[in-house]
């Protein structure tokens, strides 16, 4: 099965400055490389998406870079503000559209 | 547009208890359906999945079962609850497609 990781677990930023998380995986199948916000007692969120033919993605202060040889793809934040402190978890999807969550980032914007 | 929906929203049951989490889904036919559990301060272990009615899979081996009795309905059951069940009850649609929608989740505790 894939094997995923996050890091840092835990990251600290002070508001406007940016925040970067990464996720590597195991499985090179995977082809769908999601990022999902989760707020305390909520949902989890998909916020950006970006598949194995694009390098990268950017929708307005986030963006997503994958490298595929590599086997990482990172979720990049600018300007962060208070409101993007949450859980961030990565899920690369491999065969049978089945995502594998990573262990979560937690991101705190402090001000 | 799609919604989805699970009951209750939280629940508070005693060891040995049976369990019954309801899941269902609006607005389209013949997702693919999914049951999540994230234990406090975790990720997302995927727990099973039905690509259609009365198809169920299974990702970890435990004391829940899941059935789908009607195309966009989804259950997950217990006959006696341990400790350890206790967490957060996620649903999770697709359409076929690589994103994941989740439902609003219930929380679990138990005594």
């Known amino acids: 099965g894939e094997n995923v990781e996050q890091h840092p677990s835990t990251l600290s930023v002070q508001e406007g400055d940016s925040a970067v998380i990464k996720c590597t995986y195991s499985d090179s199948a995977s082809n769908y490389f999601p990022w999902y916000k989760q707020e305390l007692g909520k949902r989890p969120q998909l916020i950006i998406d970006?598949?194995?033919?694009?390098g990268e993605k950017k929708d307005q202060r986030i963006a997503v870079t994958l490298n595929k040889t590599a086997k990482h793809f990172s979720l990049h934040i600018t300007e962060t503000q208070p409101e993007d402190s949450a859980v961030y978890f990565c899920a690369p999807t491999g065969t049978a559209s089945k995502l594998t969550f990573g262990t979560g980032t937690r991101l705190q914007v402090t001000l | 547009s799609q919604t989805i929906h699970q009951w209750p929203a939280t629940l508070v049951q005693p060891v040995g208890s049976p369990l019954s989490l309801e899941c269902t889904v609006e607005?389209?036919?013949?997702?693919?359906l999914y049951w999540y559990r994230q234990a406090a301060g975790r990720g997302l272990q995927l727990l099973f999945y039905s690509v259609g009615i009365g198809q169920i899979s299974s990702e970890v081996p435990q004391n829940l079962s899941a059935s789908r009795p009607q195309d966009r309905q989804f259950i997950l059951s217990s006959k006696k609850l341990l400790l350890s069940d206790s967490g957060f009850y996620l649903c999770?649609?697709?359409?076929?497609?690589?994103?994941?929608?989740f439902g609003p989740g219930t929380r679990l505790t138990v005594l």
């Open positions: 607005g389209t036919s013949n997702p693919n």
């Open positions: 970006i598949r194995s033919n694009v």
């Open positions: 999770a649609w697709d359409d076929g497609g690589d994103t994941q929608y």
